[in-house]
């Protein structure tokens, strides 16, 4: 299975401050066809996941365009360019290429 | 708006059954793959199984495969899990999720397996 490694485990930021997430995958997650099928999760305490990135970059519906994600290969990355209070919670990144589809362990932003 | 209500959960004994359903709505749900993701206390997201529109194709991980089925009916917009053989560690919150990239989420359902 494809493992995705994501860093920091804990994020402490500021409002206002811009922060990365990394996601490194065990395998390449570009298929045959020229797509690359890894997207990008917030869970907000108590509240069920919602996609932020799908394919990569792409802004998901109605989500701030302070997110952004980038990355090929095996190597991804979604920034936040200025956090704000409701940006709280455990961010996880998803693979789809290979299967099984695979998640990240979580990246848990809090305020410093 | 886009509406997915999970419902069916419960506590069960290990070896036994459930069935959860997932009422859809404000989107044309025949045109659309669909999910469960379960996430088990305090831990990460595990994909359970996908359903293509037609409900022809089925994908599972090793976990689940021939303990799950997944299953839709298009003309009632609705979604199903089939959980047979339940273990402890399939213990967790089950959701149902809209689209190959997991676009829209339900709130989720718990299902708790212990004697």
């Known amino acids: 299975d494809v493992v995705l490694t994501q860093t920091p485990s804990t994020l402490s930021a500021t409002i206002g401050q811009s922060v990365s997430i990394s996601c490194r995958s065990s395998q390449s997650l570009l298929d045959s066809a020229g797509n690359t099928y890894l997207y990008w999760y917030l869970q907000r305490p108590g509240q069920s996941p919602q996609l932020l990135i799908y394919l990569v970059s792409n802004l998901g519906s109605g989500v701030p365009n302070r997110f952004s994600g980038s990355g090929s290969g095996t190597d991804f990355t979604l920034k936040i360019s200025g956090v704000e209070a409701e940006d709280l919670g455990v961010y996880y990144c998803m693979q789809a290429t290979h299967a099984p589809y695979t998640f990240g362990a979580g990246t848990k932003l809090e305020l410093k | ?115």
């Open chain 2, 1 to 115: 708006e886009v509406q997915l209500v999970e419902s069916g959960g419960g506590l069960v004994q290990p070896g036994r059954s459930l069935k959860l359903s997932c009422a859809a709505s404000g989107f044309t749900f025949s045109n659309y793959y669909m999910a469960w993701v379960r996430q088990a206390p305090k831990k990460g997201l595990e994909w359970v199984a996908t359903i293509s529109t037609s409900g022809s194709r089925t994908y599972y991980p090793d976990s689940v495969k021939g303990r799950f089925t997944i299953s839709r009916d298009n003309a009632k917009s609705s979604l199903y899990l089939q959980m047979n053989s339940l273990k402890s560690e399939d213990t967790a919150t089950y959701y149902c999720a809209s689209g190959g990239g997991f676009d829209y989420w339900g709130q989720g359902v718990m299902v708790t397996v212990s004697s």
